[in-house]
């Protein structure tokens, strides 16, 4: 037996100590409505991570009984993300796959008196519904007699009604307590091209009604979905009870995740997308999985931050630093260094002969057991970041100063004598000295200085954008919030920075540690290649400036 991590695997393993299951399947139910996002992979690493676990199956089972919200471009989307975090589903399943045995179980309903057609409007429907205190009214149509609703749903099918005239309703109880089993409506008219069964049907059925037949075609064992689904269970049980399943799907609700400075609605993240105030779904400030991706963030990364935060009964909202630290964690030990200067100072080291180059060594990842250098060209005329001088500096600061010293990495001590200042008195240029035989590694200088800092060979720079984030949405959160309130207007930096031409020689896919500044790599940006960040060495978001 295996070792349960979590209340969902406790349940599977006594079901298969007791014998009430004998293997095991899940499957993933994405709506082709949208583009994944964060917590669809938390949804698709419990699918999944139950069936690797239990070497059992999980089916992609894309949701679509919706046609007027559903299209062929997210349905090829869901199966690039999937494919990109690595899960491998054993079939492609639709809801439209099974329109035809979900229709006959509707008539089956009808048939044991379970169903009935209703001429109430949706609207009318509603009304009658009751509240939490008070029972609903029965339909004036609830006793029509099984012949009536035969020849009725038939003819709902055959498009002789309009949208909306009629539907079909599940004979349960108007006065149950769960609002959700006072006869809900289980099929409605409905005249929208479906993407993949065209005008074949101008009837749909209803996810309540759909869902637990489709779970139980397809030999679902364990129909894993989240606690907003909680009161629909007795709906899913009934269906599978009135209609006789033999090993009956068994429904189990767990938490959503939530992540603060996040927007996980689809509906919101359209909104967005719509209103051009991010580039696209693929955008690398969305938390959707193509903009995760985009933004470079490495899938492992993701699926160990899944697997961290756990699978819970009880929503909870999850700190975002900590999901960048499992990034930063996963980048660390994995993304080669490089130096990139985002505001650059030019700086010329007047005692270095002119024309004359050499090579500093420059360690490609401190994490590697079999460590790699890499060969950076130095010379007379570099750039240093702008924030790594102070003309004024505070105490203990250990960066360039008048009359200072720093450490240029992988190469050697520089001292600032003179700072030359441009018309509008900001600093302009930097005349420093090295210091002679301070070349890292081969330090004989007796020269002590605390500060190390990058920079970037004047002659061979390469110019470039490079994009700093912040969250799209700010951290508090409004009583009755409308996520347009949140938004952080200032979601992005740029900077008209200059780095290593090593960056565009090497893989265009590579990430990078931009020492002392962030982890960054190459993307397209309408045609322009820019750097773009994927997360900060430090949480630089969340300290109080
Ligand atoms: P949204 O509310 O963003 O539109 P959804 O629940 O409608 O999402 P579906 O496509 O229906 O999205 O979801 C597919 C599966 O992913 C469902 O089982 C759903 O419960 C699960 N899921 C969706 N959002 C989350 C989340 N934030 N955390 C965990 N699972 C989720
Ligand atoms: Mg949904």
Redesign the pocket.
């Known amino acids: 037996m295996v070792e349960a991590t979590n209340f969902i695997e406790q349940i599977i393993n006594e079901e298969l100590e007791s014998g009430k299951v004998t293997s095991i399947q899940t499957r993933?139910?994405?709506?082709?409505?949208?583009y994944?996002?964060?917590?669809?992979?938390?949804?698709?690493c419990?699918?999944f991570g139950v069936k690797e676990k239990y070497n059992g199956k999980c089916n992609l089972f894309l949701?679509d009984t919706n046609p007027s919200k559903e299209k062929e471009e997210f349905e090829e989307a869901?199966k690039k993300d999937i494919e990109w975090l690595g899960f491998e589903y054993d079939k492609i399943t639709h809801a439209s796959d099974y329109y035809e045995d979900i229709y006959n179980f509707a008539v089956k309903e009808i048939e044991m008196g379970n169903a009935y057609v209703c001429d109430m409007t949706p609207e009318e429907i509603s009304a009658n519904r009751g509240t939490l205190t008070e029972p609903g009214k029965e339909s004036p149509y609830r006793n029509r007699s099984v012949q009536e609703n035969l020849a009725l749903f038939a003819d709902m099918r055959a498009g002789k009604f309009k949208d909306g005239e009629k539907c079909l309703r599940a004979k349960i109880d108007m006065a149950s307590p769960n609002i959700n089993m006072r006869d809900p409506v289980i099929y409605r008219i409905l005249r929208e091209t479906h993407y993949r069964t065209g005008d074949k049907w101008c009837i749909y059925p209803m996810y309540d009604f759909a869902h637990p037949i489709c779970d139980y075609m397809q030999g679902v064992t364990h129909s894993?979905?989240?606690l907003?689904?909680e009161d629909h269970r007795p709906l899913y049980d009934w269906v599978g009870i009135t209609l006789g399943f033999k090993n009956k799907p068994r429904q189990i609700e767990?938490?959503?995740?939530?992540v603060t400075n996040l927007v996980?609605?689809?509906?919101?993240?359209k909104k967005l997308v719509e209103d051009g105030s991010v580039e696209g779904w693929d955008d690398p400030r969305m938390p959707t999985l193509t903009g995760l991706r985009n933004r470079g963030i490495p899938a492992e990364a993701l699926k160990d931050f899944c697997a961290r935060i756990g699978i819970s009964k009880a929503n909870s909202e999850v700190q975002i630093s900590y999901l960048e630290a499992c990034i930063r964690e996963y980048l660390n030990i994995h993304a080669e260094r490089a130096m990139a200067v985002l505001t650059p100072l030019k700086v010329t080291i007047t005692n270095y002969p002119d024309g004359k180059t050499e090579n500093a060594e420059f360690e490609i990842n401190p994490n590697e057991e079999v460590k790699r250098n890499r060969n950076i060209e130095f010379s007379k005329h570099i750039y240093i970041d702008a924030d790594d001088f102070s003309l004024n500096p505070p105490p203990k600061y250990f960066r360039l100063k008048p009359d200072g010293y720093v450490r240029l990495k992988g190469a050697y001590i520089i001292k600032c004598d003179q700072v030359v200042l441009g018309d509008d008195g900001q600093v302009k240029e930097l005349l420093c000295s090295f210091v002679e035989n301070s070349k890292s590694g081969n330090d004989i200088s007796g020269v002590k200085c605390k500060g190390v800092i990058q920079w970037v060979n004047a002659d061979t720079a390469v110019d470039v954008e490079i994009r700093k984030y912040g969250h799209l949405l700010n951290d508090e959160e409004y009583p009755g919030q409308d996520f347009s309130e949140r938004m952080n207007k200032e979601s992005v930096k740029i900077f008209n920075g200059k780095v290593e031409p090593y960056i565009f020689e090497n893989d265009e896919n590579a990430s990078y540690q931009f020492i002392r500044t962030g982890y960054f790599k190459r993307l397209k940006v309408k045609d322009k290649e820019i750097l773009s960040e994927i997360v900060s060495l430090k949480d630089n978001f969340n300290v109080k400036k």
């Open positions: 993933f139910p994405p709506e082709p409505n949208g994944l996002h964060i917590g669809h992979a938390k949804s698709l419990l699918n949701d869901i894993l979905c989240t907003e689904f767990f938490a959503r995740l939530n996980m609605s689809k509906r919101y993240l």
